[in-house]
């Protein structure tokens, strides 16, 4: 039942972190068709949205799809009404990994791609799941 | 005439043969790059969170060494670039935090530099460039792959249309190629993905290049090393993931107009290429 329970503080940090205004957004999935990977998302990127306008947390905290969002910025591009989404994503992994969750785990990465791998693959990876 | 540029990490390393092509190039039109002295990593990545400051520190203390220098900085990766060039448009926009960033640093920095991408220089000199070509690409069916770091956001970045570009494609012409236009030019490798899912790179990379093959390209350029990675070194796993897939030579930009411009072979890095370019090249007489 809390479900229901708007958590506005949430939807608070989230406006703040991005700089972005969730009311922009009216839902018209312009972000999910283009988003080249939405297909790999367990939520795509305007149902992401979609839990921030109404301040569902757990659902919001428990998605993947943000994680997925290489901020290649295709759909702020398309945005009909100027909302860049790729900082909303953004504002969920911010979230997550300044409470020291989802942070990439180094000795998990193969050993041979290491050092297979350009120096900017990894610093931008470093850069984008630490805090 | 010297020009001031700034290579970044992957140059030295990776990114080696879009190094020394690119010196090549502009040695080959009577340019000098002069390296930015004591240069450090960009931190590759704009920051995306708004009350990130730190992240805006190393962009600025490049911008504030390299204003010191030149009122010009050129820059060849596309990552350096789209992360420059935002913390630029940011500063410029929010006074107030480069206010404070500047109070917490010894460097000193107005927001003034400008950012230059070699494309952009041979988009504005391009009859020097075509006035050295001593090579026709003719036939070489390229396919100019943009990536998203030099397009988006087009408000800060400016560097073309974001979603129908043509510099790459006005710039392969002007060496005699044929560049081959392909609808998901524009759209991503899967980045940085690589590390952390490298499924979704792989997937995304594999469907780009079976879109340029599929509209007649036989070749993909392109000026960042971290799409360059993703294009080239994935394609054996996406020979293993698709057994239909055919391999195509992937070059960077600068290797291309090296060729163009009669560079010698040693400097076009060729031989670091995972797919074999020497085919192809040597299918249209080009070596």
């Given at each position: 039942m809390n479900k229901i329970l708007a958590d506005k503080d949430l939807t608070r940090r989230i406006e703040?972190?991005?700089?972005?205004?969730?009311?922009?957004?009216?839902?018209?999935?312009r972000c999910t068709a283009g988003c080249p990977f939405a297909e790999f998302m367990d939520v795509p990127p305007n149902q992401v949205i979609r839990f921030m306008q109404l301040g569902l947390k757990e659902d919001l905290l428990k998605t993947q799809g943000p994680w997925f969002c290489a901020a290649c910025l295709v759909c702020q591009a398309r945005c009909p009404r100027g909302v860049d989404i790729p900082r909303l994503m953004e504002a969920?992994?911010?979230?997550?990994?300044?409470?020291?969750?989802?942070?990439?785990?180094v000795p998990e990465i193969d050993k041979e791609f290491l050092l297979d791998a350009p120096p900017l693959a990894l610093i931008s990876a470093f850069s984008k799941f630490t805090y | 005439m010297k020009l001031q540029y700034y290579p970044g990490c992957t140059l030295y390393t990776k990114a080696k043969p879009l190094n020394t092509?690119?010196?090549?190039?502009?040695n080959a039109v009577g340019i000098e790059l002069a390296e930015l002295p004591h240069w450090y990593c960009c931190g590759t990545t704009f920051t995306l969170a708004r009350d990130n400051r730190m992240s805006l520190i190393a962009p600025l203390r490049i911008l504030a060494?390299?204003?010191?220098?030149?009122?010009?900085?050129?820059?060849?990766?596309?990552?350096?670039?789209?992360?420059?060039?935002?913390?630029?448009?940011?500063?410029?926009?929010?006074?107030?935090?480069?206010?404070?960033?500047?109070?917490?640093?010894?460097?000193?920095?107005?927001?003034?530099?400008i950012v230059l991408?070699?494309?952009?220089?041979?988009?504005d000199n391009e009859e020097l460039v075509r006035s050295k070509v001593k090579k026709s690409l003719k036939d070489l069916k390229v396919?100019?792959?943009?990536?998203?770091?030099?397009?988006?956001?087009?408000?800060?970045?400016?560097?073309?249309?974001?979603?129908?570009?043509?510099?790459?494609?006005?710039?392969?012409?002007?060496?005699?190629?044929?560049?081959i236009d392909f609808p998901l030019k524009v759209e991503c490798c899967g980045s940085y993905l690589v590390v952390t899912s490298p499924d979704a790179a792989l997937e995304s990379s594999y469907k780009l290049l079976r879109n340029a093959q599929g509209n007649g390209v036989n070749a993909v350029v392109t000026s960042c090393p971290l799409c360059y990675y993703n294009l080239d070194a994935l394609q054996e796993k996406m020979t293993k993931a698709h057994p239909d897939f055919k391999q195509i030579p992937v070059f960077y930009f600068s290797q291309i107009l090296a060729l163009a411009l009669g560079a010698e072979e040693k400097n076009l890095g060729l031989e670091q290429n995972k797919v074999s370019p020497y085919t192809i090249l040597k299918e249209y007489d080009l070596l």
């Open positions: 703040e972190i991005s700089d972005q205004k969730l009311s922009d957004c009216y839902q018209c999935g969920v992994r911010t979230i997550h990994l300044r409470a020291k969750e989802g942070l990439i785990d | 092509s690119l010196h090549a190039c502009f060494k390299a204003q010191q220098e030149d009122g010009k900085v050129l820059v060849p990766c596309s990552i350096c670039y789209n992360t420059l060039k935002r913390a630029n448009y940011m500063l410029n926009e929010d006074r107030e935090t480069l206010d404070i960033l500047n109070e917490h640093l010894e460097e000193s920095y107005d927001g003034n530099e991408h070699p494309l952009e220089f041979f988009r396919g100019c792959y943009y990536g998203c770091l030099l397009l988006r956001p087009q408000q800060e970045i400016q560097f073309d249309d974001p979603e129908a570009p043509t510099i790459f494609e006005n710039f392969i012409s002007s060496v005699g190629a044929t560049p």
